[in-house]
């Protein structure tokens, strides 16, 4: 019956993404479906809403609305372009000076919106003409773009990192912000040192000459942005509020700024608020369905018998943390980050933790490894965006993407390799 429960559990839901069902649905249709081999319609259909309900019955879960709104407003608010005259200032006249900017703007605006989305959307938006217009192909502008934007699902606050101690049982969401930094820096600094070969090789313009002056004038334009990390992590660090709390502050704290920048009016907060509901929406019907697809999967000891199954294949820990990365980026491939984080997490981190793995290290891990997929077709939101606003196509991005992926897969290694990547930060502030 298990076998049967599997069979029916992996078929149905990839029928349902086969014909096109969007994947919430499919991760819904599918667990009634499973649930159906082993109990009667009426019950499991009960079951299934029921156990929707319950995933989203969590207090920490209400930071995600918010991050998103705030995210939302900072996306508007014209704080995307001071963070990126900022950026211009910090790379001076190192070659291939804009695609240096676009990673270092996507890492700060990532790190104040938490969100892939906007940063590939502000990004692409503000820098993609002007990269045309000095003489960089469109097509290496948006690989950068595309590659750099994902640092923002890593580096704090993140809401990724939100759903990932959800699923896991209740890792600190502290220690996960924390952990995020040197990770995500490292990612950041992959892609720029792989965009300056490429540079190299294009033989692409040098960026602007920056006096010190220009650099503390756009230093100092920035600072109300940046202090906002300042605000939320450190607010959450030093226990003054929780992470639920710290998203409810970083809503205001944004919404005042972008009305003193005068980006945002009154007028402007009824497309704001409609468009973080519906961005809230889908996230929230993703974690709803997920959460009723782990039960069902915990029912039929599916965990368990995946778990048996990797450490009868061996017993040393960087071949389990190989397997599981390959099978994640396959994952990664054709699976949204959240339903992927929220299915994943009860089947691997029982495995990896019983060989002595950190849960915050295997977090990190993880996300950083699915960040990947969001980059490659077919279901890339963050690929569709990039390529949407270079106005160009997925065929012709893949092949300058691909030193960026490599950049992406040689940070993952390192994380994997050397825990301490991860953790240290998270023990210097005792999380």
């Keep these: ?163 990932y101690s959800l699923a896991s049982g209740g890792v600190s969401i502290a220690a996960l912000f924390v952990a995020g930094y040197l990770p995500g820096l490292l990612v950041g600094l992959l892609l720029m040192v792989t965009a300056a070969v490429m540079v190299k090789i294009k033989k692409l313009p040098a960026g602007e000459a920056t006096t010190f002056k220009h650099l503390a004038i756009t230093f100092w334009h920035a600072i109300p942005s940046l202090f906002l990390l300042v605000v939320v992590i450190g607010g959450i660090i030093g226990g003054v509020f929780t992470a639920t709390e710290a998203s409810a502050i970083a809503v205001v704290y944004s919404l005042v700024l972008s009305m003193i920048y005068k980006e945002i009016g009154v007028k402007d907060l009824p497309a704001v608020l409609l468009k973080s509901a519906e961005t809230t929406a889908v996230v929230m019907l993703l974690i709803a369905t997920s959460m009723a697809m782990s039960w069902v999967m915990s029912s039929e000891e599916i965990p368990q018998s995946i778990s048996n199954t990797l450490l009868s294949l061996s017993d040393n820990i960087f071949v389990i943390l190989i397997m599981i990365n390959v099978l994640l980026l396959f994952v990664g491939v054709f699976m949204d980050m959240t339903p992927a984080v929220l299915i994943f997490t009860p089947i691997f981190l029982p495995v990896v933790t019983s060989l002595g793995v950190d849960p915050v290290h295997f977090g990190i891990m993880m996300v950083l490894n699915l960040c990947i997929g969001l980059c490659t077709p077919p279901v890339g939101s963050v690929l569709f965006i990039g390529v949407g606003i270079a106005q160009t196509t997925i065929q012709k991005v893949i092949k300058p993407l691909l030193p960026f992926f490599f950049a992406m897969i040689l940070a993952l290694a390192l994380i994997m390799i050397f825990p301490e990547i991860s953790l240290w930060l998270p023990r210097v502030f005792g999380l």
């Design 1 to 163: 019956m298990e076998v049967l429960s599997v069979i029916v559990l992996v078929l149905s839901f990839l029928f349902f993404l086969g014909i096109g069902v969007p994947v919430a649905w499919s991760l819904g249709l599918s667990s009634m479906f499973t649930l159906m081999v082993t109990v009667a319609s009426m019950p499991a259909i009960t079951t299934v809403a029921q156990r929707m309900g319950t995933g989203l019955d969590s207090f920490s879960l209400l930071a995600i609305p918010f991050f998103i709104l705030a995210g939302e407003l900072m996306n508007r608010g014209g704080i995307a372009n001071r963070l990126i005259e900022f950026a211009k200032a910090l790379t001076g006249r190192l070659p291939g000076g804009l695609l240096h900017v676009n990673v270092i703007a996507a890492m700060l605006m990532g790190a104040i919106a938490g969100s892939a989305v906007a940063a590939a959307s502000s990004m692409g938006g503000i820098l993609g003409k002007r990269m045309e217009k000095e003489g960089y192909p469109k097509e290496l502008g948006a690989a950068v773009n595309i590659t750099s934007s994902t640092t923002g699902l890593i580096i704090p606050p993140s809401n990724v990192l939100i759903v």
